[in-house]
Structure formats: C-alpha cells, structure tokens
C-alpha cells in the first residue's frame, strides 16, 4: 500500500498501483481494472482507502496525489432521542435534522470519508431501533454514498447488540464500513483505525494492538470511550498515554485521537498526539451546546483541524 504516483504519458495520466511492492503501472481505468481483477487481500478496495472500482477513478482523476486529504469527524447523533437534557427530561432536539446537517457538511467539503464515533442510533429501552430511525439513516447515507464519500462506524455504548445489528445491515447495503486495528487507508495521506465501545476490562487486558501503517501516512484511531483525557481518571475506561504505548510497542504512533461518547467540544494534546472529542450533532447534553462535525485535513505538512457548526 503505498501513496498514487501520476505521470503523464503524451496526453494520458498514468498510475501505478496503489499496493504496496506492486508495479503495475497504467491508465488509471487500467490500473482500476488490474486491482479489481486481483484477489489477493492486498488489491482490496477498502484496505486501499476506496469504496469502490469508480470511486478510485473519480478521485484519481479529480485530486492528484499532491491534494490534502479531508476527514469529517461526527459522533452522538443519537437519531430517535426526542428530549435534550438528563434522563429525558429538558428540552425538544431534533437529532435527525442535526444528523442531515452534518451529512450535508460532509459533502459541501468534499470529504474523502466521514468517521462517526459511536452511538449513530439512541436506542432506548423503549422504543429501540425503529422503522422510522432506518429510515432516517438511510437517507443520509445515500447521498454520502452518492457522493463517493464512504462512511466509517465505530459503535458507541447506546447501541449494544441491536446497534451492531443495525451497522451490520449498512455494511451489506454498501452504506457504512468498519473499522478495527488493522490500517484502513483513505485520500493520500490518511490512515483510519477504529475501536468499537468496550468495557475497561478488555483495555486493561491488553487487547489493544494495532498494526502499523504504511510509512508517511497519517494515522487517526476512532474511538467511542470515556478517556481519562476528558472525565475524571476514576471514571475513565482507557487512557490516551496507553493507547499511545501500545503503538509504540509496534514503532509507530497516533497522530490523533477521535472520540465520542463525551457531549463536548474537547482537545488536548498529548505527547504530540491530537486528541480531540468531537460533541455531538445536536444539543443532546447542555443547551448551550453547539452542535458541530470536526474537519481535519492532513496535507504533506502534516495535520490540521477546524470546525463546522450545525446551526449557522
């Protein structure tokens, strides 16, 4: 896995193949045929950073190598909570209509992806998961797909077994991929890992161990967790200096951390890593809160980040 080389031949561009030790080298249709026709686990559209055969060509053709890559960081959505405010009580929300906000920021920036950080669904212990919340994502994410903008999902406390069910029928659909420890490569510069929710257990356990990316990549892990970053140590389920640690173990590190879970709009910086929390698409906790999705852009210069707020 390596980043696109372009050079032009006469008045063609030509590629060489995005895999890592492979040199085929041609018309960029070409190239896109030659990695859909392999079946080795390396010419893999998703582990290449693409959803699909014509999503590479679009963004071969559109963005050279040399443009930044554009991540859209959401979280907390929440779609089917009525009520901002603790146990229900407070105020109206509109979690589906700050949901489509935050899609439709997306693509206004012409993301090359969009991590949500958990907890996409409420799925209270009254309703659930309804026809109509489906429906409502659905939507959404057909026109992130329509937009060649794939949308990865790391699932948060609310959503439990009926949550991954859910995230289950977006993968088959081709509306939503997974992430995990292994490196997910997206645009020219960025590599994507991601955690779903766990108990303190399992990262007192040591089971967090992540491969390393492929060099001068970026690398941002997804997460949906109480860190200690951001609560009081006592509550926190993992830390950011372990997280950090167990990359190392491996001769690499993150260079940012994206978490739900917290409600807020949170970043420090923790041995050089960006740790950043990234709120929630509508005024799920506070009713000051505004809602907001996180734009990083990673460049040869490194990375960068800003924000969109959903109610201007």
């Not at 041609?26 to 392999?38: M, R, T, Y």
């Not at 014509?54 to 959505?77: A, W």
């Not at 077994?161 to 960025?190: F, I, M, S, W």
């Amino acid at each position: 896995m390596k980043c696109i080389n372009m050079m032009a031949s006469g008045n063609e561009v030509t590629v060489v193949c995005p895999v890592d030790g492979c040199s085929y080298t041609d018309s960029v249709e070409s190239v896109a045929a030659h990695v859909s026709g392999k079946k080795d686990s390396k010419h893999d559209w998703r582990a290449l950073g693409y959803g699909h055969y014509h999503e590479y060509i679009r963004k071969q053709r559109e963005h050279p190598s040399s443009s930044p890559s554009v991540l859209v960081h959401m979280t907390d959505s929440h779609i089917g909570r009525e009520k901002g405010g603790h146990h229900g009580k407070g105020w109206d929300i509109d979690c589906a209509a700050g949901f489509r906000k935050a899609v439709d920021a997306a693509i206004s920036v012409d993301a090359d992806a969009v991590v949500h950080t958990g907890d996409l669904f409420h799925n209270d212990t009254t309703t659930g998961i309804t026809d109509e919340h489906r429906e409502i994502c659905f939507r959404e994410l057909a026109k992130l797909f329509d937009s060649d903008i794939p949308f990865f999902y790391v699932l948060g406390d609310h959503e439990r077994d009926a949550g991954e069910r859910e995230r289950n029928k977006l993968v088959d659909l081709e509306l939503a991929q997974t992430l995990d420890t292994t490196p997910t490569l997206v645009g020219n510069h960025l590599t994507l890992y991601g955690v779903d929710n766990r108990p303190i257990s399992w990262w007192a356990d040591g089971n967090f161990d992540p491969e390393p990316p492929p060099r001068d990549r970026t690398a941002v892990l997804a997460l949906h967790q109480s860190i200690s970053q951001f609560v009081n140590p006592n509550r926190a389920e993992c830390d950011a200096r372990a997280i950090l640690r167990r990359a190392r173990m491996r001769n690499f590190t993150f260079d940012a951390i994206i978490d739900g879970q917290h409600h807020k709009d949170a970043r420090e910086e923790v041995q050089g890593c960006k740790v950043l929390c990234g709120g929630a698409t509508e005024r799920i906790s506070k009713r000051s809160f505004e809602p907001f999705v996180r734009v990083l852009t990673v460049d040869a210069d490194g990375l960068s980040h800003g924000k969109i707020l959903l109610d201007e």
